[in-house]
């Protein structure tokens, strides 16, 4: 799916005195429409002031390799943009065919937003009505429970895995192109359990069509006051998030970076967007270049080390 967006208009001078930009930008969203990133970018692009059309294109396939790799490939002209989640830095760990460094491959450019973690959705039949109960289900028949993946390193799996490990329970995964199929499933009885943005579990807990066990951040979400978290359900420790980041090209220039830079963080101040976060169970964050290539940097190393102990 592909969607211009029409915006105003800004110059960036660089090296060589090249105007910037002069053409449509094609924003890659790695992952179906409709989804968290998705939704995100969608709620930005039209406070951002670029002065040409932004081409939000979703190239989803392999939890978002696809669309990663297809933007490190393309010219660092500021021409094609990344917007995806943890999955940049969570993926290659679990993944050794996975044809880019989500460090050394991108120029970084913000990390525009984050949440309070994935929410523990369950079947609205399922018998365990806690983690606890959920666990001792696992516990006591090892196998026969599922779970949904959204693909390798992506928020659905990594906090799924984790747990596994924490508890020594034997869940299968069961990989799904997207969320919306993998919700479809769960809220037809046909999966046992999902961990799902904030806001759209809430959505169909409040309508009883399923139940939220947990969140998997270190503090509770107003949008679910009374699900307690990992931690409090008993995982010491437990604290996984899922968040949204922008970049471009390895070799991108820096003034073009500190020009996009600039735009989300002006997006990410516009009251509606705001609002919208709020409702979403999102909090906007705008992290300069600089810093969220330490970030990243420092994320991947994290990740590289939780994926070795969930192997073990």
Do not use: C
């Not at 999102?282 to 969220?292: D, K, Q």
């Amino acid at each position: 799916m592909i969607r211009a967006i029409f915006l105003s208009f800004i110059v960036v001078t660089s090296a060589h005195a090249q105007r910037w930009p002069s053409r449509p930008i094609h924003v890659v969203v790695p992952s179906p429409p409709g989804g968290p990133p998705d939704l995100i970018i969608r709620m930005l692009a039209p406070k951002m002031s670029l002065g040409q059309p932004l081409v939000i294109e979703n190239r989803a396939g392999a939890g978002g390799v696809v669309g990663t790799a297809y933007v490190a490939k393309q010219p660092a002209d500021g021409y094609t943009w990344l917007f995806t989640t943890a999955s940049h830095v969570n993926t290659p760990p679990f993944n050794e065919n996975v044809p880019f460094d989500p460090v050394k491959d991108f120029t970084h450019v913000t990390l525009a937003a984050q949440n309070y973690g994935q929410a523990l959705m369950v079947r609205p039949d399922l018998p365990a009505k806690n983690v606890a109960e959920l666990i001792a289900a696992a516990r006591e028949n090892p196998g026969k429970l599922n779970y949904a993946s959204a693909g390798i390193g992506t928020a659905s799996h990594i906090p799924a895995e984790l747990m596994k490990s924490m508890a020594g329970v034997d869940i299968v995964m069961v990989p799904y192109k997207g969320v919306a199929e993998a919700v479809t499933d769960v809220l037809a009885g046909r999966m046992d359990m999902f961990f799902v943005g904030t806001q759209l579990a809430a959505q169909h807990a409040k309508s009883g069509k399923a139940r939220v066990l947990a969140l998997t951040g270190a503090k509770r979400w107003k949008g679910l006051p009374d699900v307690p978290t990992m931690q409090e359900a008993g995982f010491k420790d437990y604290n996984i998030i899922n968040w949204f980041g922008l970049w471009l090209p390895a070799g991108a220039p820096a003034e073009i970076s500190n020009a996009i830079h600039a735009e989300v963080v002006k997006a990410l101040a516009d009251a509606d967007v705001k609002s919208q976060f709020d409702q979403q169970g999102l909090e906007g964050v705008g992290m300069p270049p600089a810093e969220f290539a330490r970030f990243v940097a420092r994320e991947s190393a994290f990740i590289n080390d939780l994926a070795r102990k969930i192997r073990k």
